[in-house]
């Protein structure tokens, strides 16, 4: 049986990333290894996020959120608090696509529970969702 340990994200700036995850999402730093190469590890719950400072990484170049393309999913107890905790760190859903701070959001839809999209600094896709 396997469990879920960590995601692995990489970044193009640790000094954008990291204040990112760990102020949007109220991520904290946990101890990594002195491995050869920057990033930071992040408790988020019994799971972790990795983030990996990899310049020559695969990173995405449109600024349009595309919640069909690779993305990763935070779950939520208080999905509009979550909204409302975006949306006073300055992200809004009036915002067309393209601009930093865009949240596509949908309250309801074929999912069945709430959904929301964002961009990280680096362009990758994050979700939060109010799922079951």
């Given at each position: 049986m396997l469990a879920l340990h960590h995601?692995?994200i990489v970044t193009a700036d640790l ?91 949908f309250r309801s839809g074929m999912a ?21």
């Open positions: 995601v692995s000094g954008k990333s990291l204040p990112f995850y760990r102020e949007v999402f109220g991520l904290t730093e946990i101890p990594r290894p002195n491995f050869p190469v920057g990033g930071a590890w992040l408790a988020c719950g019994s799971l972790q996020v990795h983030l990996v400072v990899h310049p020559e990484g695969t990173f995405r170049k449109n600024p349009h959120i595309d919640r069909n393309d690779w993305h990763f999913a935070f779950r939520t107890d208080d999905f509009e608090g979550a909204v409302a905790r975006l949306t006073a760190l300055g992200f809004s859903e009036d915002l067309p696509q393209g601009e930093p701070k865009c949240l596509l959001v069945g529970f709430p959904q929301l999209y964002l961009h990280d600094p680096d362009l990758n896709v994050v979700e939060i969702n109010g799922a079951p």
